[in-house]
């Protein structure tokens, strides 16, 4: 007696997902989570502001971004449905990105998860397998709790890891090496009050 087969998920699997869920699809499989938690939030809202002041800029050149927030990615034939906390194209490669639409087909030079308890498996199991076949070249994996930053760079076949900043660091992590980034302003939290 043989299994029956599994279905793979489809584009209206993500839509007919609720509203207040984040639905992905990875190698067939439907996958949905809450929205994230506050440190998490804080972490990617914080992230992005500084990136994006230093390097999504309306000048032109290489050394230019088009970072987004969330975008929802189609890639691979089959595509996978996949949202990344972060995202950046660099250079000419942003002028491929639809400037409407629902999704993009064009896969990142940088992608960028906030890890959580309940994510951490799929974004550093099948996520990172995904960004690898689509030839992402940096993930950063980002743990507001612990507060670290892992830094991915594209090796072929597997990824390697650059370096694991931790705390309070000033770091120049790729792909944006040129910066140094404060990982203290990612971590800070909201003032505390007192009765």
Not at 7 to 15: F, P, S
Not at 58 to 80: A, C, I, R, T
């Amino acid at each position: 007696m043989t299994a029956p087969a599994t279905r793979r998920a489809t584009y209206e699997d993500v839509l007919n997902a609720p509203e207040h869920m984040i639905a992905e699809i990875l190698f067939g499989t439907l996958y949905t989570q809450a929205c994230p938690a506050i440190p998490h939030a804080l972490a990617c809202t914080r992230l992005s502001a500084i990136l994006g002041n230093q390097f999504d800029t309306d000048v032109e050149g290489p050394n230019s971004w088009f970072l987004l927030n969330k975008p929802e990615l189609h890639l691979g034939s089959e595509p996978d449905i996949i949202v990344p906390d972060l995202a950046g194209w660099r250079g000419a490669r942003a002028q491929q990105v639809p400037a409407e639409g629902p999704w993009i087909g064009v896969p990142p030079d940088w992608a960028c998860e906030i890890i959580s308890p309940s994510t951490q498996a799929r974004d550093r199991g099948v996520k990172l397998d995904i960004y690898l076949r689509e030839q992402v070249r940096h993930v950063w994996l980002v743990d507001p709790i612990a507060e670290t930053l892992e830094v991915y760079r594209h090796g072929g076949a597997h990824w390697i890891r650059c370096a694991l900043y931790a705390s309070n660091a000033a770091v120049h992590a790729e792909p944006f090496e040129s910066f140094e980034l404060q990982l203290a302003k990612i971590w800070r939290r909201p003032p505390t009050t007192t009765p």
